[in-house]
């Protein structure tokens, strides 16, 4: 994967608008926590609220095989805004060779990954599986259900083999409340020798 951010305005050499502004290649899931913390895995120090962008200004994070990219921004919202939210950018993407990913922030950036195709995350309905809002609006934490499941008394998930996902009985009444809930992978079939 390469990951470049540019501007419409050619003379913007820097990214602005963003609180927080990271990447990281997730390998795990930590559903005690929300926000980055939830997410296991490598932080790219290229990734910043003050990074450089533009042409030239490309980096190439080290994404394992069957990692996720996650890049997330905190926004700070224009002046006279609330801070609800809904400028805050996420990016989750897998590798794909020969796809490119484009998603512009709220305020005029273009993020481009190339060989790599984007992962939505769905929404958590406020309140589930009792869960405080802090959590279930995170979308941190709503990605790390998506990717590891969320089973009752793990700590830290992490697939069984990467590429193959498990999908813990905990999880299937997320998928029930979300019939659109997209899988990434099939869970392993126990018939298989593996």
């Known amino acids: 994967m390469m990951v ?3 501007h419409p305005d050619a003379s913007v050499k820097t990214l602005d608008g963003f609180k927080y502004f990271w990447a990281k290649s997730v390998t795990g899931f930590n559903p005690t926590k929300h926000c980055m913390d939830c997410l296991i895995g ?12 533009g042409p030239g ?34 990016l989750v993407c897998r590798h794909k060779k020969g796809s490119t990913v484009k998603k512009t922030t709220y305020n005029g950036y273009v993020m481009i990954v190339t060989n790599a195709e984007e992962i939505p995350i769905p929404a958590i309905r406020n309140g ?12 941190n934490f709503q990605y790390g259900v998506l990717r590891f499941g969320y089973p009752a008394g793990s700590a830290v998930v992490r697939p069984t083999e ?9 999880a299937l009444d997320l998928q029930l409340a979300f019939p659109a809930f997209p899988t990434l992978a099939s869970p392993p079939d126990p018939e298989v020798k593996r």
Not at 128 to 134: E, K, N, Q, V
Not at 162 to 170: C, I, L, R, S
Request: charged letters at 20%.
């Open 42 to 53: 490598v932080r790219h120090k290229r990734a910043h609220p003050n990074m450089l962008c």
């Open 162 to 170: 990467w590429g193959q996902v498990p999908t813990p009985p905990e």
């Open 57 to 90: 200004q490309a980096f190439s994070p080290d994404v394992p095989l069957g990692a996720d990219l996650y890049i997330c921004g905190v926004a700070t919202p224009p002046e006279g805004e609330r801070d609800d939210y809904a400028h805050n950018f996420h």
């Open 4 to 6: 470049s951010i540019h």
């Open 128 to 139: 589930w599986r009792g869960l405080p809002y802090l959590f279930t609006r995170c979308r």
